[in-house]
């Protein structure tokens, strides 16, 4: 088979050197997240194969799904050995799962490589509505059964050595949008707060117990990345993330009412690991602002790049950066202006995703020296310490 090819579900072939690396890559991450000195910056590298599923049909059939998260998660151990990425992969059934559960249909539009969405909002009077809406049942309702179901496949494949994502359940305010409309929670958030946060208190119980049902379908803990749809490793205990796109549209005040204290309760359970933005982010400064606050921020460059500057203040100290790259402009020196920007205050983790063919490799090794060069330009440790999940 050509490298990197997607064909017949590829077995697991785990060679010695393999479990010795993920096990410096886990340390290596480990000891970033405890904001310990490290020799070099975490650089992650990793491979998408091309497929010829769209993603309507990986959406709607779970093993073609898997036959192409599997090839890539290979695809980077083989194509990339010098990259710090712990290859995992996503079962998915779309980030509106948690709405599905609550009574909302899925819309397709025309274009097969677009994922869905809500068809409309199923609450027309918040204040009316909601004591009676019912909280689901994840293993019953929406598209979640079958979210877990892919999420104990995925697991089964990777056999312990290549963890998965849970669902992408975003949770919190942007559930709300989904069963409100984006415009309705705007204006709930001044005229019905009280019924607002009755309903998210709705939408975190069953998000807490999706997080939990998917845990226990992936067969712990250990294999999984974090208890979202992120597919980077987070350490033990840091498990906890959340996702909060639609705080690209409020300030910190709303931020600080709405989604934060929901954003606690899962980091309270399952550790105060991440958050996620594309961006923009208004709403920075109170990411880390609450007691239960994400160690880590997972955001698009498209989106957040400008923001950087506000972060390199608001986050020293408290948080870093995972930074995904998406494909414009020269990747080393991309990663060289983040370096000089942002040192010697908040650590940026350069997140590339290529095709086989780009060379990721080659691209790796030219990332490492600058790595390096931001490692020991670091002011390094933590001014707040881990939020831990319960027990720990």
């Known amino acids: 088979m050509v490298k990197g090819a997607i064909g017949p579900m590829q077995k697991l072939a785990i060679s010695d050197w393999m479990r010795d690396e993920l096990a410096r890559r886990k340390d290596l991450h480990r000891r970033l997240w405890a904001g310990q000195p490290l020799e070099r910056i975490p650089v992650d590298v990793r491979v998408s194969v091309p497929t010829n599923y769209t993603t309507r049909e990986q959406f709607q059939d779970g093993d073609k799904q898997l036959e192409v998260a599997l090839a890539s998660a290979l695809a980077t151990w083989e194509l990339v050995p010098s990259s710090d990425c712990i290859p995992a992969m996503r079962p998915d059934v779309g980030c509106s799962c948690l709405a599905s559960a609550f009574g909302a249909e899925y819309y397709w539009g025309d274009n097969p490589n677009q994922t869905p969405g809500i068809k409309a909002p199923i609450l027309t009077d918040l204040e009316a509505q909601v004591e009676a809406l019912p909280v689901p049942d994840p293993y019953r309702d929406g598209w979640l059964p079958e979210g877990l179901r892919r999420i104990r496949l995925f697991a089964e494949a990777g056999e312990g050595f290549i963890p998965v994502s849970l669902l992408d359940a975003a949770g919190g305010v942007n559930v709300a949008a989904d069963l409100l409309g984006v415009t309705e929670l705007l204006t709930a958030f001044y005229t019905a707060p009280e019924a607002l946060h009755k309903l998210l208190d709705k939408i975190q119980e069953l998000y807490a117990a999706t997080i939990r049902a998917g845990i226990a379908a992936a067969g712990g803990e250990e294999n999984i990345t974090t208890t979202d749809f992120p597919d980077f490793w987070f350490p033990e205990g840091l498990k906890g993330h959340v996702s909060d796109d639609i705080s690209a549209n409020f300030g910190p005040s709303i931020y600080a009412e709405f989604s934060a204290p929901y954003h606690a309760r899962i980091f309270r359970e399952f550790g105060a690991g991440g958050l996620h933005n594309c961006g923009p ?95 020991r330009r670091m002011e390094w440790g933590w001014v707040r310490p881990n939020r831990f999940a319960a027990g720990r």
């Open 281 to 375: 982010n208004p709403c920075h400064e109170a990411y880390v602002a609450h007691e239960y606050s994400p160690r880590a921020l997972d955001l698009a460059d498209t989106y957040s790049h400008n923001d950087l500057p506000k972060f390199k203040r608001s986050l020293k100290g408290k948080a870093f950066i995972y930074l995904s790259w998406d494909g414009a402009g020269e990747p080393v020196a991309w990663y060289r202006e983040i370096m000089e920007l942002m040192t010697p205050d908040v650590i940026v983790v350069p997140v590339f995703t290529l095709k086989p063919q780009d060379e990721p490799e080659a691209l790796c090794r030219r990332l490492r020296p600058i790595a390096e060069e931001y490692a």
